[in-house]
């Protein structure tokens, strides 16, 4: 007897598919649509927030119909003693595992709810249940199928998913395709473009890896830090019952262009008694107190002293490092995380930033795309994100209040103003409007906008020289971006040359 029907057969493949797929890159809406064929409905792009949305998203509600349906005739099979080719069993195991995923869905989204309120995420009260239903499915009648699982690591990656979706899909508002881009690097900078693996093996040796976030100034990348620090996988112990560490208290931001190099050092570090003046009694650096699966955020590495550059150089080749008047070597154990809006091959240039150092930063790069380029994909972004800001302080007026301040914004800024200071900008703009009825731009935010416009002028005159137009259009474009690593990227030039139109 075959365990699926021909239908059945062809729906577990697509699962199988659409279970391992990132589920912010559009890719996945391709899988539910050819899940779903007529059923599916909406026709959204990419995966994001819907602030305001009124239905929620029916064809996740479908699929599982269809998943749980399916696995339930399957192990009903199973259960009956029926025998199956390897391959279905793959199907079925796959089918399983995303029907499980579901199953324990919201007993997930209630410890992560709970931790972000001041709960510690470490027990698992639904432990025995969740390790008697892997039992149920891989195990029918209690006979052996050979399909190997172990539901300690199934939870523990269960558990995960779940939170770096929420981390993810909550916290990087944003319906551009530059903001999916963004959303679906953070997800393979946790798990890799192939999950499969990841579940196997990469899993153990990810937090080894250093991630380099980098973009302007206010595009979000603590934001996206704290999404990578607070999804990392933490194994679970089944003896008993829990996590072996708390997610919520994993995760260390750092802004080193706010200490000395001293106060840096001790901080990361660490420090003994005596070590430099002040130093009255022992100190542990973020890096000892870190737990094995938390991370250190360095926010603004580019504004890093070359000494410690070397010291750092040595944790992350090492992970090895000694507090500070101190000859006892001590391990890191958790994760790097860093981020700078400075262009790094630039200071690299300029002899500010070692060249080793930035290359035992970079083997995991993410770009925090600026608000003007979001914009320019998603104009709709603008309200979407103000949306977000009124949620915050008045829910019950929320859409009402972020029209207003969108409205104000199109007639005194213009739909072309440049966001020199990204969604950080934004945010102080939705406040001021919604505090004073007005804001008023920095004079390099006006600047930069005055530059477009004459540009624009000059441009319709037919006035500009293809010199002149190359040079201020880089200029504009720096302004977008702010840096010159990424203007070279926008407009295809080498980054030379682009320093060069800036500066000439
Ligand atoms: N895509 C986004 N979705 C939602 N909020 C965002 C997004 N990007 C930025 N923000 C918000 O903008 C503000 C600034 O973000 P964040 O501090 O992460 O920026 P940053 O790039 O680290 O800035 P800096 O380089 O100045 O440290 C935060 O309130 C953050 O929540």
Known sequence: MSLFTPAQRRLAAAIAKLGYTNPFHPQRIEWEREILGEEFSGAQAVWSLQLAATTPDQNHARISAHVATLVRDASAKLEAGAKAEPIELELYADAVLYHLFDEYRIEFQQMIEAAHAGEPATQVRFWRKFRDDVARYFTPAGRE?????????????????????????????????????????????????????????????????TTLITGPSGTGKELVARAIGLSRYI???????????????????????????????????????????????DRVGWLETCPAHGAVFLDEIGELDASIQVKLLRVLQSRMFQRLGDTVERRFPGKVIAATNRDLVAEIDAGR????????????????????????????????????????????????????????????????????????????????????GAYAPAVAAKSAGDEWESTARAIRGGELTAEELLRRYCRIVHAHCGSYEQTAKRTGLDWRTVKKKLTE
């Not at 560490?245 to 005596?274: K, M, W």
Request: hydrophobic share 40%.
């Open 145 to 209: 199928l050979g399909i190997g699982y172990d539901p300690a690591h199934m939870l523990a990656c269960y558990f995960q998913f779940r939170r770096a979706f929420f981390h993810v899909y909550f916290f990087i508002v944003g319906r551009s395709p530059a903001a999916a881009r963004l959303r679906s690097m953070v997800w393979e900078s946790i798990f890799t473009h192939d999950l499969r693996r990841y579940q196997r093996s990469i899993y153990r040796c990810l937090g080894d890896v």
């Open 235 to 281: 194994p679970f112990d089944e003896e008993r019952g829990r996590f072996v560490e708390d997610f919520c208290t994993g995760f260390h931001p750092v802004n080193l262009s706010a200490l000395s190099p001293t106060l840096i050092e001790s901080e990361l570090f660490g420090h003994r008694r005596g070590a430099f003046t002040g130093a009255a009694a």
């Open 353 to 436: 930033f070692r060249e080793d150092f930035y290359y035992r930063l970079c083997a995991d790069r993410i770009t925090t795309p600026t608000l003007r380029e979001q914009l320019d994909e998603s104009p709709e972004d603008l309200e979407h994100l103000l949306l977000m800001s009124a949620q915050r302080v008045a829910p019950e007026e929320a859409e009402s209040l972020a029209g207003e301040v969108a409205a104000w914004i199109n007639k005194h800024l213009g739909p072309r103003y440049p966001w020199p200071g990204n969604v950080r900008e934004l945010e102080q703009c939705f406040r001021n409007v919604m505090i004073h």
